[in-house]
T-cell receptor, first 116, second 114 residues
Framework: GQQLNQSPQSMFIQEGEDVSMNCTSSSIFNTWLWYKQDPGEGPVLLIALYKAGELTSNGRLTAQFGITRKDSFLNISASIPSDVGIYFCAGQAVSYSGGGADGLTFGKGTHLIIQP | KAGVTQTPRYLIKTRGQQVTLSCSPISGHRSVSWYQQTPGQGLQFLFE???????NKGNFPGRFSGRQFSNSRSEMNVSTLELGDSALYLC?????????????FGAGSRLTVL
């Protein structure tokens, strides 16, 4: 099946630092999504990307859909304490078998930790 | 606008039992997907329902099943529970039925199998 490699697995950062994480895939995706999950909650959508090469921002967050359609990155600028959590990339291929979109394939997540 | 509601939030079962989890999507959303989240495997797609029909299915055994009702509410069932079924089960709904599918997730149902 499809595999997503997300890195790094965890990041220890100081408040105010910029953060960068990425995902690579062995398959082509038509949509890339970035989610954040806080403890005890479901993932919350941060950014959705629909076109190869697309660069999209949401406040301090910026994400890009790679030209090859096999990768994406997420940057967080000037991190703040509430940025702590687990960030997931997710890719989606479109099924042409008459059904709908395939389910999302998720990366294993990047744990973002603020060092005191 | 209410979000995706999942019940129960927490439950404990023993091996061999079965469990039914419920999901109420965002009003107007017709597509409901289910995911299993475990520390080892991460988030894995179970199945997706649209207009009461299962459209896509992940790589899970037949013990995992689901259904969707005419009001778009969905249930998933796991029969003959195994220890490895302990996980957070997430339901997500979306407005669009096909193409790019931006999902809104519920808070999940945490199942512990003893």
């Amino acid at each position: 099946g499809q595999q997503l490699n997300q890195s790094p697995q965890s990041m220890f950062i100081q408040e105010g630092e910029d953060v960068s994480m990425n995902c690579t895939s062995s398959s082509i995706f038509n949509t890339w999504l970035w989610y954040k999950q806080d403890p005890g909650e479901g993932p919350v959508l941060l950014i959705a990307l629909y076109k190869a090469g697309e660069l999209t921002s949401n406040g301090r967050l910026t994400a890009q859909f790679g030209i090859t359609r096999k990768d994406s990155f997420l940057n967080i600028s000037a991190s703040i304490p509430s940025d702590v959590g687990i960030y997931f990339c997710a890719g989606q291929a479109v099924s042409y078998s008459g059904g709908g979109a395939d389910g999302l394939t998720f990366g294993k997540g990047t744990h973002l930790i603020i060092q005191p | 606008k209410a979000g995706v509601t999942q019940t129960p939030r927490y439950l404990i079962k023993t091996r061999g039992q079965q469990v039914t989890l419920s999901c109420s999507p965002i009003s107007g959303h017709r597509s409901v997907s289910w995911y299993q989240q475990t520390p080892g495997q991460g988030l894995q797609f179970l199945f997706e329902y649209f207009s009461e029909t299962q459209r896509n299915k992940g790589n899970f055994p037949g013990r995992f099943s689901g259904r969707q009702f005419s009001n778009s509410r969905s249930e998933m069932n796991v029969s003959t529970l195994e220890l490895g079924d302990s996980a957070l089960y997430l339901c997500a709904s979306s407005l669009r039925g096909t193409g790019a599918n931006v999902l809104t997730f519920g808070a999940g149902s945490r199942l512990t199998v003893l």
